[in-house]
């Protein structure tokens, strides 16, 4: 996806959906990377590097995990950044998976 600011506020919450329409849930938290230190007087910059989706990443977001590892997600959850097609005002549109990968289709 092309370099564009997002608040991250407005990310979570979101439907996503693939671009056939079929449904991941909602977006539930959102990973960042740090992709400067920063210098005096210049804060770091930030990228966003992953969403977390569907009804486990709800439950990670409010601490409802077992493990307590930053991965407690299973790669289903998990919506990388280079996979979104488009951000809408009511969904996040998203590459389908690919052969191999599963996302399971969710309601949450």
Known sequence: MSTTVVKLSHLLDLRVEDQDGRSFGQVHD?????????????PPTYQVDELIVG???LRVRLGWRRARGPDAVSPGDVVGWDD???IESDRLVIRRPRDGERRDDVTS
């Open 55 to 57: 009804p486990r990443g």
């Open 84 to 86: 979104v097609l488009a």
């Open 30 to 42: 959102v990973r960042v990377r740090r992709v400067t230190s920063g210098e005096p007087g210049r």
